[in-house]
Every structure is written in structure tokens, then in C-alpha cells.
């Protein structure tokens, strides 16, 4: 089961006098919401973790669901034995997040990951349905902080963009 966290930074707070409700999509994507965040595999604790701060927690969570899409553009979809690759850099360093999927799996790699640690491995449809659900419960979060932030019409866009998934049975 893949568990998606962040925590926000004490360090980097947000400008006092940011205008959440106007705040452009640069703004929500890099210059707000900074922390660390976390992918792991809840049953054998194998974690892929940031400790700088400086994440941009939010633009995490929307460039995890582009690639939970991204990495779906093969016609054949699960049963696509071509590597189907991602990544998700990390802009204010050199390191990057590696996803490549074969089939219904995804293998999600970390260049900060010691040499020679296996890589988290997860289905597809899993990293799509818990990358959605992150992005939902950190914008309920977000707006509980900050209540302005939910008339933003860019995080309404990014809401309907991606609804949450219901759960398969």
C-alpha cells in the first residue's frame, strides 16, 4: 500500500502578506507550501523521503498526479510491455524523483537513495489513486490554514482536473 505525507516547513513560511485567494499558479506551484514530503510502502516500510524543507509541497502533489497520467499514454495501458518513463525534479536542486513503468507496476526511484537500494515498487493504478488523494486531503489541509486559498479559482481548476478515484474492489 503506497502512503503519500508531507509535513510543511517551519523554516520557510509563507510571505505574511500572501493573498491566497489571488495567488497566481507560479506562486501556489513553487513559491508557497514549502516542507518535505514522503512516498512509502506501508507494508514493508521501503520510503522515499525529502529533509531539506524547501519542497514545494503543493507543486509536489500536482506534478505527482501529471505523472500518474503521464506515465498512462500507452494505447496498450497495463498490458504495455514498452518502459513508460517519468521524472519529477526538483527545482531548487539537482535531484529528481524516477518513475518507469512496465506493464501495470511502477518502479519509483530516488537519485538522493543510496547505490544498490531496490526501488518502491507500486501498481499504476494505486500511484494515480493515492497521488489524487494526497493532492485532495493537502488542499483540505491547506485551505483549513488558510480559508481564502479555497476561492482560488487556480486550485478549483486543478480539483476538477483531477477528482478523486474511487477505490477498486
Not at 12 to 28: E, H, I, M
Not at 44 to 63: I, S
Amino acid at each position: 500500500m503506497l502512503d503519500i505525507g508531507y509535513a510543511l516547513s517551519s523554516r520557510f513560511p509563507d510571505p505574511p502578506q500572501t493573498d491566497y485567494r489571488a495567488a497566481d499558479v507560479r506562486a501556489l506551484r513553487h513559491d508557497l507550501f514549502s516542507g518535505d514530503v514522503y512516498l512509502a510502502d506501508s507494508k514493508t516500510d521501503h520510503e522515499l523521503a525529502t529533509a531539506w524543507g524547501w519542497v514545494p509541497v503543493l507543486d509536489f502533489a500536482w506534478a505527482l498526479c501529471d505523472i500518474a497520467e503521464q506515465l498512462d499514454r500507452d494505447p496498450l495501458g497495463s498490458r504495455a510491455a514498452r518502459p513508460q518513463r517519468a521524472e519529477l525534479d526538483f527545482t531548487e536542486s539537482t535531484e529528481r524523483l524516477r518513475f518507469v513503468r512496465r506493464f501495470g507496476h511502477v518502479d519509483i526511484t530516488a537519485d538522493w537513495q543510496p547505490a544498490g537500494e531496490p526501488p518502491l515498487v507500486v501498481r499504476h493504478a494505486e500511484l494515480r489513486r493515492e497521488a489524487r488523494d494526497f493532492l485532495h486531503d493537502l488542499l483540505a489541509d491547506l485551505i483549513d490554514l488558510h480559508e481564502e486559498l479555497g476561492e482560488n479559482v487556480h486550485v478549483w481548476q486543478l480539483q476538477t482536473r483531477f477528482p478523486r478515484l474511487p477505490v477498486a474492489r
